[in-house]
């Protein structure tokens, strides 16, 4: 209080430090005159009061004026510092030039080059080499050793059960596919066809139509199979070669007849041939044996034509069609491998699938 005894309102002085305004400064004093308080420009310490406080709306107790509410405070801006913004840089990766481009390209051609020049190189001089070896029934050694570990390969996996797939005689072709002519003779006479049988127990044999007739008829429809790829389905009719052989049983080792159905006495061999040669087979005894291998004298229910072998030709159904000879001339028994006339061109004498 003064001494004259009147009443003044003590206004308190502002605070001074970091971040207040100065009182008696022009800016502090505009923001006294509009009512507001600017905010303190704070970068990350300052947190932003949602709300004015209730104190700072209570009237004061001195003068009985109300107090000013302050502004509220803007939020705080916050930025990475520039240590951060360095370390969160992505690196950049850059590719490989054209010039390193064209380097590589040309090292790839040079060795794709080499790599072919190599193997081309390789492969004339071995094919040369196969086929400049000596020959061995029109083939150069090594295809031979080729077709011959192929037959040995198929006599291990002979299985003496299995059977040539059968079908129904509707599924018969109507017009079966003629498989050949070598060895068939069209000026020859049908009715002077014989069958000679040669190293049988009983000596040479001549044998007719009716004499192979005479055994147990088979029906048998299923594939014929060339070498060239094609298969058809035919219906034949003849008898066993088991049957016929057991009828007409070849000599054994000791001259006595040997039995079928002891086939360690049987020669293990039989060589078929047309009259006058003209075309040969030979024949394992393992596969003259399989209960599909037919002496066949009609076809589709009628007679063999000429131009299918009649008036007798031998069925295997589990080799391929060269080995299936038409118009048999000769039987022959034999304890030594016979030739074939394909073996002689070029191809596996065993001929099996």
């Known amino acids: 209080m003064s001494g004259d005894g009147e009443k003044r309102a003590v206004t308190p002085a502002p605070e001074t ?11 502090a004093a505009g923001s006294a005159a509009q009512g507001t308080v600017p905010a303190p420009l704070e970068t990350a310490t300052a947190e932003p009061s949602p709300t004015t406080s209730a104190a700072a709306m209570a009237p004061d107790s001195a003068t009985g004026t109300e107090a000013v509410p302050a502004a509220d405070v803007a939020p705080a801006i916050l930025l990475p510092s520039v ?4 370390a969160a840089a992505p690196s950049l990766a850059f590719g490989p030039s054209d010039a390193d481009v064209d380097r590589q390209l040309a090292r790839l051609s040079r060795r794709g080059f080499l790599t072919l020049a190599a193997g081309g190189t390789a492969a004339v001089l071995g094919w040369r080499w196969l086929i400049s070896r000596p ?12 077709l011959q570990a192929n037959e040995a390969l198929w006599g291990a996996l ?3 059960t299995r059977l040539a797939p059968t079908y129904p005689r509707s599924a018969a072709s109507p017009n079966p596919r003629v498989n050949g002519g070598l060895g068939l003779d069209r000026k020859a006479d049908p009715s002077a066809w014989s069958l000679k049988v040669e190293g049988a127990a009983a000596g040479p044999l001549t044998l007719s139509l009716a004499d192979v007739q005479a ?3 088979r029906d048998l429809v ?3 199979r060339c070498v060239e790829g094609w298969t058809i389905v035919v219906h034949w009719t003849g008898a066993r070669l088991s049957d016929f052989m057991a009828r007409f049983p070849p000599a054994a080792r000791d001259g006595s007849a040997a039995d079928p159905r002891q086939p360690e006495r049987m020669p293990p061999f039989l060589a078929l041939e047309t009259p006058g040669r003209g075309y040969y087979v030979g024949l394992d ?3 003259a044996l399989h209960p599909q291998t037919l002496l066949a004298w009609a076809i589709n229910g009628h007679p063999l034509s000429w131009d299918h072998g009649a008036p007798l030709r031998l069925v295997a159904p589990m080799k391929y069609g060269v080995k299936n000879l038409k118009r048999i001339g000769t039987l022959r028994y034999s304890f030594v491998r016979p030739t074939d006339f394909w073996f002689e061109h070029g191809y596996d004498w065993y001929l099996g699938h």
């Not at 240590?83 to 360095?86: H, L, N, R, T």
Request: negative net charge; charged residues 20%; aromatic residues 8%.
């Open 135 to 146: 020959g061995e029934n029109s083939q150069p050694w090594p295809f031979r050793r080729a």
């Open 215 to 217: 055994l147990p008829a």
């Open 158 to 160: 002979w299985d003496p």
């Open 17 to 27: 430090g970091a971040g207040a305004p100065d009182a008696a400064s022009p800016a």
């Open 83 to 86: 240590e951060g913004v360095a």
């Open 222 to 224: 299923t594939e014929l």
């Open 285 to 287: 005894l393992q596969s």
